[in-house]
């Protein structure tokens, strides 16, 4: 069994379908961490292309503000702008979707979380090494798979001591260890890579790579521009920080 395991699209449309395409070679099976909505100008062909697709679906911070279930004073004033702005374009119906959309769910040995898995509804970042390997005690499948920071990162625990690498890899998961490993982000990496990015689970080869796929970010950036949103938002794709 292979999953494509995606998060952080962000209303990205251009960058979801390139990347649906690049894993439909390997795998149907879509896993999604959340953050479907927020920055990006199609919200709607976004939520509806995941909820068609993915197999099991985690919230994020940015889904559940435009549902209404967390404050908008949480982000920052781009983000605050664009959630107000996909909040207008998404109907009851959506919103009510993406408010429903669980914190924890779990595929195999693998929990699915937007954030860290110990308290997912704080949203706290796992960005440090530290940060990481303070949150296995928080569970006990063998991975744990998260996106929203949108850098690429995995940390492990285990007898040989702790791991940490951030960036894009392949992780061969080995004997008597645990992992934690951010996927990246489809629609808005922050790694100085601007291409989107996605993490391949391979069950059997126990395996987890991130995959790198080029999309056409001019398009959606015009689209980000021609929405009215902030230009800052068009601006960062191009530069993938
Ligand atoms: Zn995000």
């Known amino acids: 069994m292979r999953y494509a395991v995606i998060s952080d699209i962000h209303g990205n449309f251009e960058a979801l379908d390139a990347v ?3 894993a439909a070679a390997c795998t149907d099976v879509v896993l999604c ?19 068609e697709r ?9 889904d559940h503000a435009v549902a209404g279930r967390l404050d908008l004073d949480w982000f920052n004033t781009s983000a605050r702008a664009a959630l107000v702005w996909t909040r207008g374009h998404l109907d009851a119906d959506h919103r009510a979707y993406l408010g429903a959309l669980p914190l924890v769910a779990e595929v195999g040995d693998a929990i699915l979380v937007h954030a860290s898995p110990d308290h997912p509804e704080e949203w706290d970042y796992l960005v440090s090494a530290e940060d990481g390997f303070a949150a296995f005690a928080a569970f006990s499948t063998r991975l744990c798979l998260v996106g929203h920071s949108h850098l690429p990162a995995a940390w492990s625990v285990g007898s040989s001591g702790p ?3 951030a960036g894009t890899f392949e992780v061969e998961f080995a004997a008597g260890r645990r992992y934690i490993v951010n996927v990246g982000s ?3 990496p922050r790694d100085r890579d601007p291409r989107a990015a996605y993490g391949l689970w391979d069950v059997e080869r126990g ?3 991130i995959r ?12 980000i521009l021609a929405a009215g949103l902030p230009r ?3 601006d960062r794709l191009a530069w993938g920080s």
């Open 163 to 165: 791991e940490f690498r």
């Open 212 to 223: 790198r796929v080029a999309y056409d970010v001019e398009r959606a950036r015009r689209k």
């Open 20 to 22: 649906l395409g690049d």
């Open 54 to 62: 993915a197999q099991a679906i985690t919230a994020g911070n940015h």
């Open 232 to 234: 800052v938002l068009a």
């Open 207 to 209: 395996t987890l790579t």
């Open 33 to 51: 961490l959340g953050d479907i909505v927020g920055y990006g100008a199609d919200p709607v062909a976004c939520v509806e292309r995941i909820a």
């Open 186 to 188: 489809v629609g808005q």
